[in-house]
Every structure is written in C-alpha cells, then in structure tokens.
C-alpha cells in the first residue's frame, strides 16, 4: 500500500516562530488532509488539499500531487498550535501519517 | 464543514463489562463511517468500515466479536466494546464524511478505561 512519512517527528517553537510541516508519500494520492489533534484528542480540520495552495489566517498548505508531497505551514506561532499534526490521504479509507508533535512555548 | 458527534467522550467500566459508543452524522447522510483507535503517542489506527444496512469491514487482527459496530441508519453508527479488558482501554474516534472521496470529518472520540 501507499505509503505516508511525516517530518519531523517533533518540533519545539518560541511563541512568534514559523515552521514547516511535511508530508511525502509513495504514490500519488488523492483527496489529502490536514489534521490538528489537541491535547483533549478531538482531531480538527486544517485542509483538504488536493493539490494547490490554501491559506487560512496564519496557516497555510501546499500540495504538489505530481511531486507526492504536501507541505504545512504554520506562521507567528502561538502556545495553542500545539499538538499533533496529521496529513491523511483517502482511498477507500483514510490512512494517515506518523504525525509531528508540535510544542510551541511562550 | 460537516458536524461529527460522538457520545460519550469519556467512560470507565470494570473488566468484563460492555460499552457502547455512538458516532453520528449531524448534518448530512453518511453510508459509510469509519472507526479509529489510537494508543498513546501513536497515530489513528483504522478497525473497522461501517457499512449502513450491511455487515462492518474489520482490519485484520481486529475481533469482530469483540468490537460489534451496528449502522442501522444513515446518521448513526455504534461502536460496542464487548467483555471489556484493560488492554482495551484506548481513545476511540470514528470519522465520516458526505462521500467516501471527499473530506473526512472526526468525533470527539472516546477515551475508554476499563479497571
């Protein structure tokens, strides 16, 4: 099956930093999420990026399908981005990457 | 986006009792919804495809009979963690979406602890 490797596996921020996130898989995919779990669990929706770029606020993402990498990026930073982040990508199901635990510390 | 629930958000059980957890679609109809279990510090780890008006898909090396899901409508799907055991104690979360191909959206899972 297609394969999906998250990077890095975990990241430690100064409130105010940016960063980048990045997902690679195998194959090509489609229909290719983003996922922020907080710490009580409850997985939010990021994206769903296909392919192209969107921005919302101080977030933004980049899929390149042909390229089979999406990348997250996270701007000005703030204590409450921390958490996980997943991408998943959906075939018949979701499958979903190792994610990067982000802590960001004021 | 569409509105996931999942009910309830946390329960503690003693070992050998069952417990059932409902995920339901708020806002749209949902054919086929997914169930997830997640271990400390490790990603979502599909168990099973619910299938409204027909049997459940289960991964390998998940119990059918342990994990009884019922989809009997096309907003609610259960979960029943049957003769429960404290190595099933886990965060459960189940996921849906208008289509199997297009956006997912997730419950607030379950974080179940069987003593």
């Known amino acids: 099956g297609i394969q999906v490797e998250q990077s890095p596996p975990d990241l430690i921020l100064q409130e105010g930093a940016n960063s980048t996130l990045r997902c690679n898989f195998s194959d090509s995919v489609n229909n290719l999420q983003w996922f922020h779990q907080n710490p009580w669990g409850q997985l939010i929706n990021l994206f769903y990026?296909?392919?192209g770029t969107k921005q919302n606020g101080r977030l933004s993402a980049t899929t390149v399908a042909t390229e089979r990498y999406s990348l997250l990026y996270i701007s000005s930073s703030q204590t409450t981005d921390s958490g996980v982040y997943f991408c998943?990508?959906?075939?018949?199901?979701?499958?979903f990457g190792e994610g990067t635990q982000l802590t960001v510390n004021p | 986006g569409a509105v996931v629930s999942q009910h309830p958000s946390r329960v503690i059980c003693k070992s050998g009792t069952s417990v059932k957890i409902e995920c339901r679609s708020l806002?749209?109809?949902?054919?086929?919804m997914f169930w997830y279990r997640q271990f400390p510090k490790q990603s979502l780890m599909l168990m099973a495809t619910?299938?409204?008006?027909?049997?459940?898909?289960?991964e390998q090396g998940v119990e059918k009979d342990k994990f009884l899901i019922n989809h009997a409508s096309l907003t609610l799907s259960t979960l029943t963690v049957t003769s429960a055991h404290p190595e099933d104690s886990s965060f459960y979360i189940c996921s849906a979406g208008p289509s199997w191909d297009t956006e997912a959206f997730f419950g607030q899972g379950t974080r179940l602890t069987v003593v």
């Open positions: 619910s299938n409204e008006g027909s049997k459940a898909t289960y």
């Open positions: 990026i296909p392919s």
């Open positions: 806002d749209f109809q949902a054919t086929t």
């Open positions: 998943a990508f959906s075939g018949s199901r979701l499958t």
